[in-house]
C-alpha cells in the first residue's frame, strides 16, 4: 500500500472509478472525504455511472471503496485501517483486499431485491491502538479496551443498488395444427456479439441441468398458442440493455422447428 499519492495521480484514481462521495469533517479539524464504487461491468471497470446501479441476481459486484484527507500539498490516502461495509444481508469488516489506497470486496446478491433498491455504505475508520471490532463467524464484535482509546470514524458513503432478476417470456408460441415436441424444444438465450447461445430446455425434463435454469409453459389458449417462460442466469444475458430469446419449437408429427422470439430488459 501506499500511504501518500499526488494530487494529480489522486484525481486520475477518483475520476476512473467514483460513484458517490461524501465529504466528513473531524478529527482535528481535517477534512476526510470518501468515495464507494459498485463495479459490476468487466467492459467497462470503474466507469462513472451515476444514479442506482442495477445488479443481476447472481452477478459479482466488486465493490471499491477510498477515504482520503485533504492537506496542503493534496489529497493523501491510505490514513485509514479498515473499513466497515453495511450491507442488506449484514455489517463486514474489511481490512486485508487493498489494492493501493482502495478497499475491494467482492458480493453476490441470491435473491431480487426491492424496486426503490437497497443502500449500501461503507465507512472508513483509523486504528488507536488495537482495532475495535473484529469478525466472528461472520458477525461484527466489538472488544473493550480500558485502556485504549476508540478508534476514529473518519468518513463514509453510500450507493443504491438496485438488485433484480431478468425474466424471458415468449407468447404465442406455436398455433393452430401444431403439436409441440417439448422434449426437443429449446429456448435460447442469445448474446448480442452473436457467439454465445444458451439452450434451455423444459423444467424437470431430463436434459435439464441442476445448475441451470429451464422454462416453463402456459396454455395453449383458444388459438392454440403457449407462453414460455424462465429466469435466465446473469451468464446468459447482455449488460445493459436488452438480451433477445428464441423458442425453438419442434412440431412432434412433421418434425418442423417453429422459432418465436422476443427481446427482454437487461439494465
Known amino acids: 500500500m501506499k500511504p501518500r499519492i499526488s494530487f494529480s495521480a489522486g484525481i486520475r484514481m477518483l475520476s476512473f472509478w467514483a460513484a458517490a462521495l461524501l465529504a466528513v469533517l473531524s478529527l482535528d479539524g481535517c477534512t476526510y472525504k470518501a468515495w464507494l464504487d459498485a463495479d459490476s461491468s468487466s467492459d ?3 466507469q462513472f455511472r451515476p444514479g442506482p446501479q442495477y445488479v443481476h441476481v447472481g452477478e459479482p459486484v466488486r465493490l471499491q471503496f477510498l477515504v482520503a484527507q485533504k492537506s496542503m500539498q493534496g489529497l493523501v490516502y491510505g490514513m485509514d485501517n479498515y473499513m466497515i461495509l453495511d450491507l442488506p444481508t449484514g455489517k463486514v469488516v474489511v481490512e486485508a483486499s487493498r489494492e493501493y489506497a482502495n478497499y475491494i470486496q467482492k458480493v453476490e446478491f441470491a435473491q431480487p431485491g426491492s424496486q426503490d433498491g437497497c443502500v449500501v455504505t461503507a465507512t472508513g475508520y483509523r486504528t488507536r491502538g488495537e482495532m475495535d471490532v473484529q469478525m466472528i463467524n461472520g458477525t461484527i464484535e466489538h472488544k473493550e479496551f480500558s485502556s485504549d482509546a476508540p478508534d476514529d ?3 463514509s458513503a453510500s450507493i443504491t443498488l438496485i438488485v433484480y432478476q431478468s425474466r424471458v417470456q415468449i407468447p404465442h408460441v406455436g398455433g393452430a395444427g401444431i403439436e409441440p ?3 426437443k424444444s429449446e429456448l435460447w438465450i442469445l448474446a ?3 457467439k454465445r ?3 434451455i430446455v423444459k423444467s424437470g425434463l431430463p436434459g435439464q441441468a441442476a445448475d441451470q435454469p429451464g422454462y416453463t409453459v402456459e396454455g395453449p389458449d ?5 407462453t414460455v417462460s424462465t429466469l435466465p442466469l446473469y451468464s446468459q444475458i447482455n449488460r ?3 438480451t433477445a430469446a428464441e423458442m425453438h419449437l419442434v412440431d412432434a408429427k412433421t418434425g418442423k422447428v417453429h422459432i418465436s422470439g422476443a427481446r427482454f ?3
Open 153 to 155: 470514524r473518519l468518513a
Open 192 to 194: 448480442d456479439d452473436g
Open 197 to 199: 447461445v444458451s439452450k
Open 44 to 46: 467497462d471497470p470503474g
Open 181 to 183: 415436441d417439448w422434449a
Open 222 to 226: 383458444d388459438k392454440g398458442e403457449y
Open 265 to 267: 430488459r437487461t439494465p
Open 240 to 242: 445493459g440493455g436488452t
